[in-house]
């Protein structure tokens, strides 16, 4: 998995790319949350649009990135996830426990409501 992170409208944009399979991944979002978190960022988006592969070991680390935010009261969404990461979520009920928007456009839109 590459990770990549942006700003965009004092949102932290975090860009996903290949699979997400948990092990070093997690560590590596983790430590890039942790970081944020002590600059004061606390609305994070990931951008799931390229990413092609996720097992629960992905999944894990997507909960625990959004109990990170939460736990300094900031938020994490997620945008872009194609039809099969979307249906993963769907089928595992978090798509209940996150906020899961089609576009990055939508998604940014999201946060100043």
Not at 2 to 17: F, G, N, P, Q
Not at 62 to 73: E, Y
């Amino acid at each position: 998995m590459k990770l990549s992170s942006k700003e965009v409208d004092s949102i932290t944009v975090i860009a996903l790319e290949g699979s997400v399979l948990g092990g070093p991944d997690a560590t590596a979002l983790n430590d890039e949350l942790h970081k944020l978190v002590e600059k004061g960022k606390k609305n994070v988006l990931l951008d799931l649009s390229n990413v092609q592969t996720m097992n629960s070991s992905g999944l894990s680390m997507l909960i625990g990135a959004l109990q990170t935010m939460k736990n300094v009261g900031g938020q994490l969404k997620l945008a872009g996830a194609s039809k099969k990461i979307e249906s993963l979520l769907v089928i595992t009920k978090l798509s209940t426990v996150f906020e899961l928007y089609p576009t990055m456009k939508k998604a940014l839109a999201s946060f100043k409501k």
